[in-house]
């Protein structure tokens, strides 16, 4: 099995809101990582997770909250969110957190905030 | 620290005529090159990878990337294009010696007519 797989593929939510977003992979890949990515541009990095530890937040906002509950699921909760967090998010895997390693993406779920 | 410039941002070709899309990166190692391809409200594809081996890669779908480094250059080419290659292509750098967080460029979007 080669895919990374993310549910839901849409959500729409209120500012109010609380939802989670959930990738899974199971090649075994023991890198996971979320982005962000807005219309015609490149995805931007907002976590990465090692061994099931976080390794790298770039300065994301508190209301995304990583969790990576075991080497092949990882979800992205959401609290509190801004219409500006409207995007698509990306999950991607490697085999190891090494530059050499490449990354494998998720569908994607289309997140658009009210 | 590395960088990606993706010299076009849009490309427009027939089909059955060559594609070429440009790429100039910066590092300070001796980087992974990578080059991905998105299609419409799609997650990103792995097209081929460049990873110190041979300077002349192959990919997916008849795609293929020359590593230069004397021009730091990776250029993705195809023959002949088809319809189905319309979408944004997406060059990306990472540093194998550390985490691989990966440096995208800007992208190029490719239109193919009939």
């Known amino acids: 099995d080669t895919e990374v797989t993310q549910t839901p593929k849409h959500l729409v939510m209120g500012m109010t809101n609380k939802k989670s977003l959930k990738c899974e992979q199971h090649m075994g890949h023991r890198a996971m990582y979320w982005y962000k990515q807005k219309a015609k541009k490149p995805p931007e990095l907002m976590f990465v997770y090692s061994y099931e530890k976080l390794s790298i937040n770039e300065s994301v906002p508190s209301r995304f909250s990583p969790e990576c509950p075991n080497s092949s699921l990882l979800n992205l909760h959401l609290h509190a969110l801004q219409p500006e967090d409207s995007a698509l998010y990306l999950c991607?895997?490697?085999?190891?957190?090494?530059?050499?390693?490449?990354?494998?993406f998720g569908p994607g779920t289309r997140l658009t905030v009210l | 620290a590395q960088s990606v410039t993706q010299l076009d941002s849009h490309v427009s070709v027939s089909e059955g005529t060559p594609v070429l899309l440009r790429c100039n990166y910066s590092?300070?190692?001796?980087?992974?090159l990578f080059w991905y391809v998105q299609h419409p409200n799609k997650g990103l594809q792995l097209l081929l990878k460049?990873?110190?081996?041979?300077?002349l890669v192959k990919g997916i779908n008849g795609f293929e990337a020359e590593f230069k480094k004397s021009e730091t250059s990776f250029h993705l080419t195809k023959p002949s294009a088809h319809m189905s290659d319309a979408a944004e292509y997406f060059c990306?750098?990472?540093?194998?010696?550390?985490?691989?967080?990966?440096?995208f460029g800007k992208g190029t979007m490719l239109l193919v007519s009939p």
């Open positions: 590092s300070s190692y001796s980087p992974s």
């Open positions: 991607a895997s490697s085999g190891g957190a090494g530059g050499y390693n490449e990354q494998f």
């Open positions: 990306v750098v990472s540093d194998p010696s550390g985490y691989s967080t990966l440096t």
């Open positions: 460049y990873t110190s081996a041979a300077t």
